[in-house]
């Protein structure tokens, strides 16, 4: 990949991921846990919010070093105090779907905008394409019920894990991640996945420039 296509795709990236993490902490906050306010999550500021591993090191080397599928990361995880939600299980489920739930958004208001804006400058379809696709992307990574992604709070209240096997389960979450995503059917999960949801928008995109 071109160094400047590879710069462009992680801007979207981060600034995608600064998004989703924004989201969780905002959630939080106003279901009464001030635990990310405090720790200074309720910001756009992608410093806030950059994980070494899902942020940096994990998304550099799918750009740059091609391993053959769609670039995907995640942020520093937002830390919240359960016992600070009125309803800890749906407020929990619900700050864990904020994330997912504010790239679908980004989706929809790119794909208006960008869409418009394609009536007077049609070049500009090629990024509207990468963020909708990083941010489908985005969407299907983030359900996956691992440690430390989304999907993963969801699934611990369907299946009645404890608060403590989960934490046990999240020590080895991202080593756990590793090996899955390097598995075809995860990786045909997600392109799946990601191919779904960017056709949506894709076709939305075409309904507002006219095409």
């Keep these: 990949m071109e160094l400047q296509q590879g710069i462009i795709l992680y801007l979207i990236l981060v600034g995608s991921l600064s998004v989703h993490e924004w989201a969780h902490a905002y959630v ?6 001030n635990t990310p306010r405090s720790q200074g999550r309720i910001t756009f500021n992608p410093m806030a919010h950059i994980d070494p ?7 550099l080397f799918m750009i740059f070093m ?3 599928f769609a670039i995907f990361g995640w942020g520093k995880p937002v830390m919240v105090n359960p016992r600070n939600f009125a309803k800890w299980k749906r407020d929990d489920i619900l700050v864990s779907m904020a994330g997912p739930a504010s790239n679908l958004v980004i989706c929809f208001v790119v794909a208006i905008v960008g869409g418009i804006l394609m009536r007077f400058q049609p070049e500009l379809g090629g990024l509207i394409i990468q963020i909708l696709m990083i941010n489908a992307i985005l969407i299907i990574f983030n359900l996956l019920p691992i440690p430390p992604l989304d999907g993963s709070h969801v699934m611990k209240h369907i299946v009645g894990m404890s608060e403590e096997t989960y934490a046990r389960l999240a020590m ?20 799946t ?11 939305l995109t075409l309904v507002f420039s006219g095409g």
């Design 28 to 33: 939080a906050d106003k279901l009464g846990d």
């Design 53 to 59: 591993i899902g942020t940096v090191l994990i998304p």
């Design 66 to 68: 091609s391993p053959g």
């Design 172 to 191: 080895w979450g991202i080593l756990i991640l590793l090996v899955v995503i390097n598995f075809p059917p995860t990786i045909g999960i997600i392109r």
């Design 193 to 203: 996945g990601m191919s779904f949801i960017l056709a949506i928008f894709y076709n």
